[in-house]
């Protein structure tokens, strides 16, 4: 039985790891292409306000895995990048796996790769498998050489869970939003009149004001096209 899986890899040395740890407060989602040899190209959409992605960029700038990168297109808060790695998977990975050949022969198993997001510990991903045996390969992996956490595994027919992104929880937020919206609400932010302000709840959080009000605009944009509007809108994958 074919399945989805959202899963944790605790793993510092991963690509743009050490970016997401400088600028934490950045969203950083990937996707690989195709590249020469041991260089695949990279994708990245970072979702941050203008000073936090000017801090991405400076980081960028800094780690040895980005060797040169170009902004393709940025909209609002979204900004999308290509990055053409300035080490190989080997020299990037190499001290930190037992075998980088297993690393290579798991993304030849049938797995699909549907999302990734670099984090300040790790990548959290998620992807559809062909059968168990395809999930348990790269789990085992993953738990001998790093850290492996599973959050979410289901069947890929499961329609009501597999429309929601990683982190969503079956509510279709992501953790980032999930935590936002609970704090305003524990903190007043939705009382009429209101007793606690955005940066009340940004401080809570520990980011800053424009973060926290990004989080609660697409939190509650999404809850309400989701459970209030007659017609909801295709549910597109949370940020």
């Known amino acids: 039985m074919a399945l989805r899986a959202e899963y944790e890899i605790g793993c510092d040395a991963l690509p ?43 980081a960028f700038e800094r780690t040895a895995f980005v060797g040169e990168y170009r902004l393709v297109v940025r909209e609002g808060d979204t900004s999308r990048y290509t990055i053409a790695p300035g080490t ?3 020299e990037q990975l190499g001290d930190h796996l037992d075998d980088l050949d297993d690393l290579r022969a798991l993304y030849e198993t049938p797995v699909q790769i549907g999302f990734i997001r670099a984090t300040p510990t790790g990548w959290v991903q998620a992807g559809r498998f062909a059968d168990r045996a395809a999930f348990d390969e790269l789990r085992e992996f993953w738990q001998r050489n790093t850290g492996f956490r599973l959050r979410k595994l289901t069947p890929v027919g499961d329609d009501a869970d597999d429309r929601f992104g990683p982190g969503s929880d ?70």
């Open 16 to 58: 743009l790891v050490d970016v997401a740890a400088a600028v934490p407060d950045a969203a950083i989602e990937l996707s690989i292409g195709l590249g020469e040899g041991e260089r695949p190209r990279f994708t990245a959409v970072v979702i941050a306000d203008t000073e936090t992605t000017a801090a991405v960029e400076e």
């Open 88 to 90: 190989s998977m080997a």
């Open 170 to 239: 079956g509510d279709g937020l992501t953790d980032a939003q999930r935590a936002a919206i609970r704090t305003a609400n524990r903190l007043g932010y939705f009382e009429i009149p209101r007793t606690a302000t955005l940066d009340d709840v940004a401080a809570e959080l520990g980011i800053s004001a424009s973060s926290c009000s990004e989080r609660l605009r697409r939190a509650q944009t999404h809850l309400v096209e989701t459970h209030v509007e007659e017609r909801p809108r295709p549910v597109e994958r949370p940020l």
